[in-house]
């Protein structure tokens, strides 16, 4: 009797306990919606569930277009209030002038959505479908008539949809691949396999790869204007985490030690010309409330050198996001 109830508690702790690694597993494991993505120059994630409470930014007023309107009223998905999290895959092109220009994207997103509502509103703009791994994929064409490109849209569950906008099937034919043999939580793209270790854990948003990419120009990194010294190759893993504020922090990777001091001293020179035009500014056009918060972003910005990597990290204040995170409306006539 005692040998019969010594082997029940070890049978019962030893299934505890692989409930609990199984468990400690998943919450490292890349989030889900981004392990389905098939293969990338870059993968971009946001949880947009903490922006949402931090922000509000669903409840704020948007000017929709007439296109934008149509599929909310046709779908009942308000993507603001509906959507949870989504995950990018960003594609290099070989002809940068075609189409889809310098960049492809594959998406997955997570949420809130009437499954049977969106099917027959894709039923009625698609301009083909097909049936690949037991799920519709819906073809429609975006852009102008010169121009247009396939977008492909699959629901993979009642709150999994996936997209992409890549001139062939492979990448949603790979999504929908991915998400049959979606039970390890460690399964994804080479990218996601070699690059999620190094994202800080507890990140709400984050980057990983050739994040350059939709910056590109003429083969180097171009951002409002200002062309970065760094190559549209250059690794990077960035993220945003909320750690009393919202701590951004950016990963630099190059080939050496040597290198990542070059790129440091590059990137503190750019800061410091970046707080002088800032200050410029605000001297000729004073946004008070915006001059502050910028200010206390430029002012908390660090970039240091920790081996063969230049490391960049800033608070970005909550009023800052907010700001941002508020749609523009029109002025009223």
Do not use: C
Request: aromatic fraction near 8%.
């Amino acid at each position: 009797m005692h040998k019969r109830t010594r082997y029940s508690l070890l049978l019962m702790l030893a299934l505890m306990a692989a409930l609990i690694v199984a468990l400690v597993l998943r919450k490292a494991a890349p989030p889900e919606v981004a392990r389905l993505l098939p293969e990338s120059d870059a993968i971009v994630y946001a949880n947009l569930k903490p922006l949402r409470a931090a922000t509000h930014f669903d409840r704020s007023p948007i000017d929709r277009s007439p296109e934008y309107q149509q599929f909310i009223d046709a779908t009942g998905i308000v993507p603001e209030r509906d959507l949870d999290a989504a995950a990018f895959a960003l594609h290099r092109m070989d002809n940068p002038n075609g189409p889809n220009g310098p960049v492809g994207y594959s998406e997955v997103f997570e949420g809130r959505f009437d499954g049977e509502r969106l099917s027959r509103y894709l039923t009625t703009i698609a301009t083909a479908k097909e049936t690949y791994a037991d799920h519709d994929i819906f073809t429609i064409r975006v852009g102008d008539a010169k121009a247009a490109r396939p977008l492909r849209i699959a629901q993979l569950g009642y709150d999994t949809i996936a997209a992409s906008n890549m001139p062939t099937v492979e990448q949603i034919h790979s999504i929908l691949d991915r998400h049959r043999a979606a039970a390890s939580p460690f399964s994804g793209s080479s990218l996601l396999s070699a690059r999620y270790r190094d994202v800080p854990a507890f990140s709400s948003a984050w980057a990983i790869g050739h994040i350059g990419l939709p910056f590109s120009d003429r083969g180097y990194i171009s951002i409002f204007g200002l062309q970065l010294p760094l190559s549209e190759d250059t690794t990077f893993v960035a993220s945003l985490r909320y750690l009393g504020t919202l701590r951004l922090r950016i990963e630099q990777f190059t080939p050496n030690d040597a290198d990542a001091a070059h790129a440091t001293e590059t990137l503190t020179s750019l800061l410091s010309l970046m707080k002088s035009v800032q200050h410029t500014q605000a001297q000729m056009q004073p946004h008070p409330a915006t001059d502050a918060a910028f200010r206390e972003l430029t002012d908390s910005t660090k970039i240091e050198q920790h081996k063969d990597r230049a490391v960049l990290t800033a608070d970005i204040p909550l009023a800052l996001v907010k700001e941002l995170a508020t749609p523009a409306t029109s002025p009223q006539p």
